[in-house]
T-cell receptor
Framework: LAKTTQPISMDSYEGQEVNITCSHNNIATNDYITWYQQFPSQGPRFIIQ???TKVTNEVASLFIPADRKSSTLSLPRVSLSDTAVYYCLVGAPYNQGGKLIFGQGTELSVKP | EAQVTQNPRYLITVTGKKLTVTCSQN?????MSWYRQDPGLGLRQIYY???????DKGDVPEGYKVSRKEKRNFPLILESPSPNQTSLYFC??????????????FGPGTRLTVL
């Protein structure tokens, strides 16, 4: 199972671009990389998912280098409402037999 | 509306008193899972189920039981709760049939306190 490592916390200011990197050295060939966002007292919610290179949606971008041993979630022009914990997850239920391991997450604090 | 529901949302109980936290999803998902979340430890998987009557242990299964008799329901059972099971619990579900993704939909959480 791929284990992920993320920074415990990050600070930013409104309007800045925030990049959160996740290390996953043991990623398997068929694994996908998924990022979740969690607000206090709520369940995590899906942000973005990718396999290689770059993926972009209306919320974020995900950059994955060729060796896929890391990935970077990029949040453009953050606002106060982006203050949350961000989790990186590697794998897929049917590849791993169902067991999933989340990292500790990165607590992002956006200041005015 | 597609959703995962959990009940109860808040529960205070005493050591040794059996309890069940229910989880239900209306998306016809095959995969369901329970997590607990504790400060500084992130999300840790307790049990998961790949389909009806198929369950397996996650990272922290001790002290918990689950069952999957119907596709939509995945209850979490604490036969004899202890204070170290005080935590925030999340249920999640996802589709795996023919899908490449593991995008999980999470419930709103159940905050359990065991005195």
């Amino acid at each position: 199972l791929a284990k992920t490592t993320q920074p415990i916390s990050m600070d930013s200011y409104e309007g800045q671009e925030v990049n959160i990197t996740c290390s996953h050295n043991n990623i398997a060939t068929n694994d996908y990389i998924t990022w979740y966002q969690q607000f206090p007292s709520q369940g995590p919610r899906f942000i973005i998912q990718g396999y290689k290179t770059k993926v972009t949606n209306e919320v974020a971008s995900l950059f994955i280098p060729a060796d896929r041993k890391s990935s970077t979630l990029s949040l453009p022009r953050v606002s106060l409402s982006d203050t949350a914990v961000y989790y990186c997850l590697v794998g897929a239920p049917y590849n791993q037999g169902g067991k999933l391991i989340f990292g500790q997450g990165t607590e992002l604090s956006v200041k005015p | 509306e597609a959703q995962v529901t959990q009940n109860p949302r808040y529960l205070i109980t005493v050591t040794g008193k059996k309890l069940t936290v229910t989880c239900s999803q209306n998306m016809n998902h095959e995969y369901m899972s329970w997590y607990r979340q504790d400060p500084g430890l992130g999300l840790r998987q307790i049990y998961y189920s790949m389909n009806v009557e198929v369950t397996d242990k996650g990272d922290v299964p001790e002290g918990y039981k689950v069952s999957r008799k119907e596709k939509r329901n995945f209850p979490l059972i604490l036969e004899s709760p202890s204070p170290n099971q005080t935590s925030l619990y999340f249920c999640a579900s996802s589709s795996i049939a023919g899908a490449r993704t593991d995008t999980q939909y999470f419930g709103p959480g159940t905050r359990l306190t065991v005195l």
